[in-house]
Nanobody, 124 residues
Framework: QVQLVESGGGLVQAGGSLRLSCAAS????????MGWFRQAPGKERDFVAA????????YYADSVTGRFTISRDNAKNTVLLQMNSLKPEDTAVYYC?????????????????WGQGTQVTVSS
């Protein structure tokens, strides 16, 4: 069992930055691949970024490549999403998720545990 709690969301102007944090419970955190997803009002939940168990491999959606960076600290059971050059279209609820595999996972169905989400709003 893994419990995930996101934090760091908020309101920011276009071009600004935010850093989202996901704190995970449990002693087996390093056994899980981690990911970030987002859901805008009236839209489906979309993949944003993923990282493998060690942090040595990452993958990003085309829409955030070059602007967002995912990282993890297994000693602190934490996953971060650094978001730079934010755009109004990045506005969404952002979710942290854990998949019981070691390799990168881009499909939401593979993720077993989800956080409650944190709101990110980017004003123009």
């Amino acid at each position: 069992q893994v419990q995930l709690v996101e934090s760091g969301g908020g309101l920011v102007q276009a071009g600004g930055s935010l850093r989202l944090s996901c704190a995970a419970s449990g002693r087996t955190f390093s056994s899980y691949a981690m990911g970030w997803f987002r859901q805008a009002p009236g839209k489906e939940r979309d993949f944003v970024a993923a990282i493998n168990w060690s942090g040595g491999s990452t993958y990003y959606a085309d829409s955030v490549t070059g602007r967002f960076t995912i990282s993890r600290d297994n000693a602190k059971n934490t996953v971060l999403l650094q978001m730079n050059s934010l755009k109004p279209e990045d506005t969404a609820v952002y979710y942290c998720a854990a998949a019981p595999v070691r390799d990168i996972v881009r499909v939401s169905n593979w993720y077993r545990y989800w956080g409650q989400g944190t709101q990110v709003t980017v004003s123009s």
